[in-house]
T-cell receptor, first 112, second 113 residues
């Protein structure tokens, strides 16, 4: 059964710092891994989707990597801004490709 | 283009009452999903519909029923609400399958007393 873990649960950084959020999953037989952002009281917004055959995806200041063999993904945020403050969730597909299994998220706070 | 919309935004029920959460998408997506989000538990899939006319159970289906009314609409019904169903409910949709990018609605915050 796929399980997804995100560490740390919370992170506080000063504006301008580069940072890495970690995600690990137990079953390497994934179709893809997705990163989402959730603002307080809001729904989820998709940030990046990495197919199982890819090593990384980039969008603006965000870069997500995928290492299936070790069961790990990282989300790199460059030059963080206060507007990046949110909860970041990663999700991996189950082996059957019928569901996304979510981690509990990392809550990021960027101070100005 | 509204994306995924959900009604209501907030709801308070008494134990044993029933209600239906509504979800609609205007992106012509085939697949739709219902999740619940609880503190410390993350998002968990309740039911999904891979295409119009089909529905399947997710991780936590007990106490819920769903209807895929047409391609646009996917409703979630609580027949006899219980305090354990107090949660935030999210509807999502994707182009074809769960492996495509999912687009989420704003959520319904449900409290069962």
């Amino acid at each position: 059964k796929q399980e997804v873990t995100q560490i740390p649960a919370a992170l506080s950084v000063p504006e301008g710092e580069n940072l890495v959020l970690n995600c690990s999953f137990t079953d390497s037989a994934i179709y893809n891994l997705q990163w989402f952002r959730q603002d307080p009281g809001k729904g989820l917004t998709s940030l990046l989707l990495i197919q199982s055959s890819q090593r990384e995806q980039t969008s603006g200041r965000l870069n997500a990597s995928l290492d299936k063999s070790s069961g790990r993904s990282t989300l790199y945020i460059a030059a963080s801004q206060p507007g990046d403050s949110a909860t970041y969730l990663c999700a991996a597909t189950n082996q059957a490709g019928t569901a996304l299994i979510f981690g509990k998220g990392t809550t990021l706070s960027v101070s100005s | 283009n509204a994306g995924v919309t959900q009604t209501p935004k907030f709801q308070v029920l008494k134990t044993g009452q029933s209600m239906t959460l509504q979800c609609a998408q205007d992106m012509n997506h085939n697949s739709m999903y219902w999740y619940r989000q609880d503190p410390g538990m993350g998002l968990r899939l309740i039911y999904y519909s891979a295409s119009e006319g089909t529905t399947d159970k997710g991780e936590v289906p007990n106490g819920y029923n769903v209807s895929r009314l047409n391609k646009r609409e996917f409703s979630l019904r609580l027949e006899s609400a219980a305090p354990s169903q107090t949660s935030v409910y999210f509807c999502a949709s994707s182009t074809r399958t769960v492996t495509d990018t999912q687009y989420f609605g704003p959520g319904t915050r449900l409290t069962v007393l």
